[in-house]
């Protein structure tokens, strides 16, 4: 298998087969990440890539679950993809989910009806990054794209017939912007109404933008009592029926599951508790993202 610097994956595909389709990240500026800063952007050979998965098949009887890295493989041409879909339909057909990272510039890049192929080829599953719902935030971040354009387009995927998870991240906008980022991120979120919904903490690695901004003391980081107060503010204005909500990555002070909107009050429960001090939060710890 051909692997090239970190690799990166969701915490749901801890399991999986990781295939590096490409090497780094496509847009490769947002001013929080420092995942792909070593990797310029780049495509594997697509003759690469099956040989990958021409030696795992070799290696393993049983493969229930593929992940194509690396940051965002849904970039790729259609003839690219559809080559690799189609060898693992053949090569693996016990494969139940095969899954990738997109950004919303990929998505923008695929017409509704390649989604569509995409997803009958058995790409079942993607990750898109909200971030946050504040346009002033997403820009300030450089995310490249509008909150408005993220969910147009997760929306998108989701009418092809993909499983859609939707990340946002807590303490985005600081101590100045925390209630502006909740209310607008939660507005965002119930729009989308995504299949499962990862909620991250905001964590701060040197050599990137936001180190600076936080030298300079242009943002105040919160802690793990602002952070919930500000979960708590998310979850108090979703409306994101059936949504799976996930606050459990290994950066979250306090980890929260359940379903919306059925465990809402639940959760608001637990965090009062955390608040009130009679739950512990938990050290975060800076493993994948």
């Avoid at 399991?15 to 780094?24: A, N, W």
């Avoid at 701060?204 to 500000?230: F, M, N, Q």
Wanted: net charge negative.
């Amino acid at each position: 298998m051909h692997y090239s610097g970190a690799v990166y994956r969701p915490p749901s595909e801890a399991h999986s087969l990781i295939v590096q389709c490409t090497l780094g990240c496509s847009h490769n500026k947002c001013a929080f990440c420092i995942m792909y800063k070593g990797k310029q952007f780049s495509i594997n050979p697509v003759e690469q890539v099956l040989s990958d998965l021409a030696e795992a098949r070799s290696y393993y009887s049983r493969i229930e679950r593929i992940f194509l890295a690396d940051g965002d493989a849904l970039i790729l041409p259609m003839d690219y993809l559809l080559t690799v879909l189609d060898f693992i339909r053949q090569y693996f057909p016990e494969c139940e989910r095969v899954s990738a990272y997109a950004s919303t510039k990929a998505l923008m890049r695929k017409s509704d009806e390649e989604l569509k192929t995409l997803r009958e080829h058995g790409l079942q599953m993607v990750y898109v990054g909200l971030e946050t719902g504040l346009e002033p935030l997403l820009a300030k971040y450089d995310k490249g794209v509008t909150a408005e354009e993220i969910i147009t387009h997760s929306l998108r995927a989701k009418a092809a017939g993909m499983t859609l998870s939707v990340t946002a991240i807590n303490g985005m906008g600081g101590r100045e912007q925390s209630e502006e980022h909740a209310v607008a991120t939660a507005a965002a979120l119930s729009r989308i109404k995504a299949d499962y919904v990862a909620m991250l903490t905001l964590r701060v690695y040197s050599g990137t933008p936001l180190h600076d901004w936080i030298e300079r003391g242009e943002l105040t980081l919160l802690g793990p009592k602002e952070l919930a107060a500000e979960n708590r503010v998310i979850l108090q204005h979703i409306d994101s029926e059936g949504s799976v909500f996930r606050s459990n990555h290994a950066s979250n002070y306090l980890p929260l599951k359940g379903t919306l909107n059925r465990d809402r009050d639940a959760l608001i429960a637990q965090i009062d508790r955390a608040l009130a001090g009679e739950v512990r939060f938990r050290r975060a710890v800076e493993l994948g993202l």
